[in-house]
């Protein structure tokens, strides 16, 4: 069976300083996937997705960048945070022709 | 611009009673439309997903039906249990898209 792993689970930052988060995908080959953003009171919002390796597509402008170095990593990166990018983020991946999307367990960003 | 709407934001009933959750969204070229539970400081676990095609799925005591006409669904949740409470969340697939498209969702607590 499939599975999907994010670490960590949470991370306090001071503002100004990088970012790396990490989503793994297990039982399963060339996948989509996709990092999302959810704020305070807010829906989910499509930050980057991608449908192979190197291929990165990002849905809105902003201080964040994605990578995907493996065919099941899924990597989101910031140079320098801002206040702004608190947040829980979620991955994402694309299982069967249905176009069901499943998600990992989520990281909690605090920046200050 | 798609936009997806989930009322009421927030809604409390007794443990027994049967509920629907509403969703509605603009743009009725969807591919399919599903549905998640999310419990605080969690990802989100999939409930249902309906293709465009269909009417409606079931999975235990969750029914949902779409009507892309109206542009509505619905998630029906019948003898509610404390442990139903969680925020329900709406996306759908748009045709051609890559990404979902999510609501603000509902948040339900079911009262012992």
Do not use: M
Request: hydrophobic share 35%.
């Amino acid at each position: 069976s499939q599975t999907i792993h994010q670490w960590p689970a949470t991370l306090v930052q001071p503002v100004g300083s990088p970012l790396s988060l990490e989503c793994t995908v297990e039982g399963t080959s060339n996948p989509n996937l996709y990092w999302y953003r959810q704020a305070a009171g807010r829906g989910l919002q499509l930050l980057f997705y991608s449908v192979g390796i190197g291929q990165i597509s990002s849905e809105v402008p902003q201080n964040l960048s994605a990578s995907r170095p493996q065919d099941r990593q899924f990597i989101l990166s910031s140079k320098k945070l801002l206040l702004s990018d608190s947040g829980f983020y979620l991955c994402a991946w694309k299982g069967d022709s249905r176009g069901t999307q499943y998600f990992g367990p989520g990281t909690r960003l605090l920046v200050l | 611009k798609q936009e997806v709407t989930q009322i009421p934001a927030a809604l409390s009933v007794p443990e027994g009673e049967n509920l629907v959750l509403n969703c509605s969204f603009t743009d009725s070229a969807i591919y399919n439309l599903q549905w998640f539970r999310q419990d605080p400081g969690k990802g989100l676990t999939s409930l249902l997903l309906i293709q465009s095609s269909q009417r409606e799925q079931t999975s235990g005591r969750l029914n949902a039906s779409l009507d892309k006409s109206s542009g509505r669904s619905t998630l029906y949740i019948a003898a509610s249990q404390p442990g139903d409470s969680a925020t329900y969340l709406c996306a759908f697939l748009g045709l051609g898209a890559n990404n979902l498209f999510f609501g603000t969702g509902t948040r339900l607590t079911v009262i012992p």
